[in-house]
């Protein structure tokens, strides 16, 4: 399977677990959940097609860990960066920032991202604060479903975990055309020529 382009930043309450489900203990770490319909299926789609992906999520890592595996879908993510390491919550940068990093990619490389959560003012305006493709997956009822300003606009909207992977291979596609034509013959050629020393 080709890696895709695109990576793929995923939240986890109300976009792959269905928060109404959660039971916890009594330090706050989420014993066991039930996906959104579709979530996990989802999840492992995106794994087969290529994707890289990433868990972004406000929370415990024991909570993750649980939820993920008893789901069969803990080892699908390269790398799960949770708000208790990183003492910050989403939409702080340094959520996004600690993401990029633990894929081996910069700040420069956003453009090659997506995040994909439930919450408006904390997935969506995190992302979009860093130049990462933002999609908001507005099943639950439980958070607004409108921006309550401009910065919160998602950029793109889906419905249901389902219609995540096709919205992704389109925008792949585009990406993946707009970066050949970028970077073809003509940048190799150029940079072979900056190497060659000066006569
Ligand atoms: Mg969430």
Redesign the pocket.
Same mark, same amino acid.
């Given at each position: 399977m080709t890696e895709k382009t695109l990576i793929v930043l995923l939240?986890?309450?109300?976009?792959i677990i269905d928060?109404g489900t959660e039971i916890r203990d009594d330090h706050d770490v989420v014993l066991s959940g039930d996906t959104l319909p579709g979530a996990a299926d989802m999840v492992k789609s995106l794994a087969s097609a290529g994707y890289r992906v990433a868990l972004v999520?406000?929370g415990r890592f024991a909570s993750f860990e649980n939820l993920l595996s008893q789901h069969g879908i803990l080892d699908l993510f390269e790398t799960m960066i949770c708000s208790e390491q990183i003492r910050a919550s989403k939409p702080s940068p340094r959520m996004f920032k600690a993401a990029l990093g633990a894929l081996d990619l910069s700040p420069e490389d956003a453009w090659r991202c997506v995040m994909v959560? =439930? =919450?408006l003012s904390?997935?969506i305006l995190g992302a979009n604060q860093l130049g990462i493709t933002s999609i908001h997956l507005a099943w639950t009822e439980r958070?607004p479903r409108t921006p309550s300003r401009l910065e919160e606009t998602p950029d793109h909207t889906i419905m249901l975990p389902e219609q995540l992977l096709p919205l992704l291979e389109e925008l792949n596609r585009n990406l993946e055309y707009g970066t050949s034509r970028i970077t073809g013959d003509s940048v190799s050629a150029l940079s072979d020529a900056v190497s060659e020393p000066v006569q």
């Open positions: 939240d986890s309450g109300d976009t928060e999520a406000d959560g =439930n =919450n904390r997935d958070y």
